[in-house]
């Protein structure tokens, strides 16, 4: 019997998180993805996972050599969460052994970490750990600007997102080309992405012209969505402060923001959307007398910074550590947030966080179904993730099959 023993609102107990691990948590098809194989291999059997327990410990530099041996030792530990880690040339557990100098990691997931935080200073339906389908536009945002990126520019085409459990959302890419990539090669895929650099709202971006193909790409995704997610929706420039501190110092003409400070300042509280619109309004006005020639560079240095502000607010703000190191490691998928309940699960553009199945829920459902989780509403994640290891699963083992074969050609 499954027993919820702290009140709704709080984390699951020792007890919740014993039952998930026993009944719930998919071991065969996580060893799987981490392994490329149903067989057990080096890409399992020398990777680290980490726990971290409720008391604040964290142990770290486990490794597993079969799913019988890493679903025993989770069980019996029973941590909050555990956390993967990189590929090592000796298995992990070896390291109390060896000279740290001879542990080298040789390969990990390219992984990217977006989290709710880092577009505070635009969202207004929410704050601090709070999210809402509002907000989390931002992040399916960012998805699909990820996800072209990785498929069109770099090839990517196994990767798969998985929920944080509150108010984030990590990409893991599993290809075996981004797996091999070292510190150098994952810090200049994370520099082609991380465009949004300074996240200080009083600084313009001042982006480099003309964009890159992959910036003028997001910028085509992005437009359609600024009207309606920044300017209707979040309305972050209706306070005039904001509007002073944030919106006005994106733009390059200085008498434009001193025309626009004035006019605010006598119309308080003009929406984001109005405040928008007064940027050209007054602009026009501002150089009607002006010769064709410079009313038309004016006008486009007006268009970039306006740009700018889009790719502001609605470009992927990326945790930079996250990607830049293959030793680095991130919370495994399915398992619980320990603060919210819900369980870190697969997740598309579509997704929003009342999407995520909450422990206590599964554990309701389970014991009025037999203890089926297939009746559950784990079910669909369960599936969609077994459908993504299988497709790693047979692209490696084929990979691998076109390796011996071309091995057994030049040996001839």
């Known amino acids: 019997m499954a027993t919820q023993t702290l009140p709704p609102g709080n984390g699951p107990s020792a007890t919740d998180m014993q039952y998930y691990y026993q009944h719930l948590y998919p071991f065969k098809s996580v060893f799987q993805w981490l392994n490329h194989s149903p067989k057990p291999g080096r890409d399992m059997m020398h990777r680290e996972l980490a726990m971290a327990f409720r008391s604040g410990a964290y142990k770290r530099y486990n490794s597993f050599d079969s799913v019988q041996e890493f679903k025993a030792q989770i069980q019996r530990s029973n941590p909050d969460r555990f956390e993967i880690g990189a590929v090592y040339n000796k298995p992990p557990r070896q390291m109390d052994s060896l000279l740290k100098a001879d542990m080298k990691p040789l390969e990990k997931e390219v992984v990217f970490d977006i989290d709710m935080d880092d577009y505070d200073a635009h969202r207004t339906c929410c704050s601090g750990a709070n999210v809402c389908s509002k907000c989390w536009k931002f992040i399916s945002l960012a998805m699909k600007i990820i996800n072209v990126a990785l498929e069109e520019d770099f090839g990517y085409t196994d990767y798969i997102w998985i929920f944080s459990g509150r108010r984030g959302a990590h990409c893991w890419v599993t290809d075996r080309r981004a797996r091999q990539l070292n510190d150098i090669q994952r810090r200049s895929v994370l520099d082609y992405m991380n465009v949004v650099r300074d996240r200080n709202i009083d600084k313009r971006q001042n982006l480099k012209r003309p964009y890159h193909p992959h910036l003028m790409r997001s910028l085509e995704i992005l437009k359609p969505f600024f ?138 459902e389970l014991e009025s179904n037999e203890n089926k989780v297939e009746r559950t509403s784990l079910q669909p994640f369960l599936h969609q993730f077994q459908q993504f290891v299988n497709q790693v699963v047979k692209k490696e083992l084929s990979g691998a099959k076109r390796e011996r074969e071309e091995e057994a050609v030049n040996d001839f």
């Open 227 to 364: 009207v309606e997610i920044i300017l209707r929706e979040q309305n972050p420039w209706q306070d005039d402060a904001v509007a002073f501190n944030g919106l006005l110092s994106g733009l390059h003409d200085k008498v434009l923001i001193e025309i626009l400070k004035k006019h605010w300042t006598k119309n308080s509280n003009r929406t984001s959307e109005q405040k928008w619109q007064d940027i050209d309004n007054l602009a026009a006005t501002q150089i009607k007398h002006t010769s064709p020639l410079k009313k038309s560079d004016y006008f486009n240095r007006l268009r970039e910074c306006k740009e700018d502000l889009v790719m502001a607010t609605l470009y992927p703000k990326l945790d930079v550590e996250v990607t830049k190191q293959t030793i680095h490691l991130l919370k495994a998928p399915f398992c619980i947030h320990p603060a919210t309940g819900s369980v870190c699960v697969p997740i598309t553009e579509a997704f929003t966080p009342s999407d995520a199945p909450k422990l206590i829920k599964l554990q309701n």
